[in-house]
């Protein structure tokens, strides 16, 4: 009986081993997909003029980057990437914006609207053209640290005079790749509640940038086909 209980247990041993590495590997597995799930679901959180920021329960997670602005680390590598290769294909993009908290989105918001209020508006007319431009304090993306202002180094104005740019070409056509899209393209004012921003990028993940590139639609629309009839998806850092 002793012999054979020598003999067994380099066995119950050797199992318990596997056993332990299974169930180490299965935590991991389970860590990666909670944690690539819950990255993939903040990147498509929405911000707009009918989704404001204070519900989406989103808080950004800062790091800085070039120029000394800030981004979500979510968007930190890709960002990078994505300024090198453009970069390397004989381009020269520069990132003007990117991080804007609420205080700094209502200077911009404001002055803009004083700036028109000089030129002769009323202030209903001057809030409202400004708004097809700059986002209400509270309503900007920038505030989510996950959208950037890209110009380039021969023509840094941002109005549509842009879109003409080798930095704005190269990025319509690769962004994607990097997990960027166009947020307000072209006739899409309707949907995205601004006007055309041929330098405003904003990160939604590969997967998602991928699928809105091919198709050829805003992310109001990708979430209203996948997510939520009205474009409302709300993520909690929890």
């Not at 001057?126 to 989510?144: F, T």
């Not at 080798?166 to 995205?192: D, H, S």
């Amino acid at each position: 009986m002793t012999e054979l209980k020598k003999r067994i247990r380099p066995w119950v041993r050797i199992g318990a081993i596997v056993l332990l590495a299974g169930l180490m590997l299965f935590a991991a597995i389970r860590l990666y997909r909670w944690n690539t799930t819950g990255n993939s679901k903040r990147a498509l959180t929405l911000v707009n003029s009918w989704n404001p920021m204070s519900e989406t329960g989103y808080t950004p997670k800062l790091t800085e980057t070039e120029n000394g602005l800030l981004v979500d680390r979510a968007c930190a590598k890709a960002l990078k990437k994505m300024l090198s290769d453009c970069r390397a294909a004989g381009v020269q993009p520069v990132l003007v914006d990117a991080y804007r908290s609420v205080d700094e989105q209502l200077v911009r918001y404001d002055e803009e609207v004083q700036r028109l209020l000089e030129r002769g508006m009323e202030l209903e007319e001057a809030e409202r053209e400004v708004a097809l431009r700059i986002a209400q304090p509270g309503r900007s993306e920038h505030e989510l640290g996950l959208s950037v202002d890209l110009v380039d180094v021969a023509y840094q104005e941002m109005d549509e005079i842009q879109s003409t740019t080798q930095t704005a070409q190269w990025m319509a056509e690769n962004a994607w790749r990097y997990g960027f899209i166009l947020r307000y393209p072209q006739g899409a004012e309707e949907l995205t509640g601004y006007g055309w921003h041929p330098w405003h990028y904003r990160y939604v993940g590969e997967d998602a940038a991928a699928n809105i590139w091919a198709l050829g639609i805003t992310l109001e629309e990708y979430l209203s086909m996948f997510y939520s009839e009205e474009a409302a998806v709300q993520v909690s850092d929890a």
